[in-house]
């Protein structure tokens, strides 16, 4: 038996359901905005106990040229070089610790806040389209700085989405990948679930909707997985195997697309952190092994 529906039920029902569609469309609109707001905050005096040399870079791209902020510390000559990239929304101390160890190895070590991060320029994170220059910007000037040095580059989440998206020149002679996400829907989606509960991932096609708005790239550029094929520096990938952002399944088909040589850590009892601090004896001891092979050894 057919059930009549009366027009003003009908009118209010449509109401309803345009007022929702509105109010969705503005909250996707509102996180997108928020995931894409720069991370800028003043860094502060280099730890006393550190050699710094304080340096800006220029990242130019087709549309404009930002400046890129860092900290270089020489080594010892002939050891090597490693540039060190930080994670989503930090900024380059997140990567000190890492700095005394490489440093106590003898290792000359760059740190950069990507664009959008730190004290460097950016009007907005890009998710490693636009801090993909700043990569760049960083291997020319390590290039000219130590032309008789080989260069690793050791990036957290979207420091190394960043490396897989650049175009580095010299490419480096040995990449680590830490909590790399593979593609930018996987990353939109925990993000959004993050800041909005368990059903933010399913504003994730009204995000994706606004990149090319937004930052001028679509999610087909900012997929590491598809550009990691084009990586042929020798790489080690680690992730924690309690990690969300990537799974361990995700780490996995990053290290299936990877093209050897190349090496896989999944660190036990590891969420989305600071897998340094986590084991930072291990940690150490793995790094140390890999840098040491591909930067000194000749691989």
């Known amino acids: 038996m057919l059930q009549i529906v009366h027009a003003p039920a009908f009118i209010a029902l449509t109401i309803l359901v345009i007022i929702c569609g509105i109010a969705v469309i503005a909250i996707g609109i509102k996180a997108g905005g928020e995931l894409c707001r720069p991370a800028h905050r003043s860094i502060g005096s280099a730890p006393a106990d550190l050699p710094v040399e304080t340096i800006t870079l220029q990242s130019a791209s087709n549309e404009t040229i930002e400046l890129v902020s860092g900290w270089l510390i020489r080594g010892t000559p002939g050891m090597g070089v490693v540039l060190l990239l930080h994670g989503l929304r930090n900024d380059r101390r997140q990567m000190l610790d890492r700095t005394k160890f490489l440093l106590r190895a003898g290792y000359s070590i760059m740190l950069i806040d990507l664009p959008a991060h730190g004290e460097s320029s950016g009007e907005c994170i890009t998710f490693g389209y636009r801090e993909a220059e700043g990569v760049e910007a960083a291997m ?121 040589p190349k090496e896989l850590w999944i660190v036990e009892g590891a969420a989305h952190i600071n897998l340094h601090a986590h084991n930072h004896k291990e940690y150490e001891a793995r790094v140390s092994a890999f840098l040491q092979k591909y930067l000194r050894e000749g691989g």
């Open 140 to 260: 020319r000037n390590l290039a000219e700085s130590f032309p008789h040095e080989k260069i690793a580059v050791i990036g957290v989440s979207l420091g190394a989405a960043s490396l897989v998206l650049s175009k580095a020149s010299p490419a480096p002679s040995a990449v680590v990948l830490e909590s790399m996400y593979p593609t930018i829907e996987e990353a939109i989606a925990r993000r959004l679930q993050k800041r909005l509960g368990p059903l933010g991932s399913l504003l994730t096609p009204l995000f994706l909707w606004q990149l090319p708005i937004r930052l001028g790239v679509t999610a087909d550029r900012l997929r590491p997985i598809t550009h990691l094929t084009a990586l042929h520096s020798p790489v080690l990938i680690m992730s924690g195997a309690e990690d969300l952002h990537p799974t361990v399944a995700e780490t996995q088909c990053l290290f299936e697309s990877a093209n050897p």
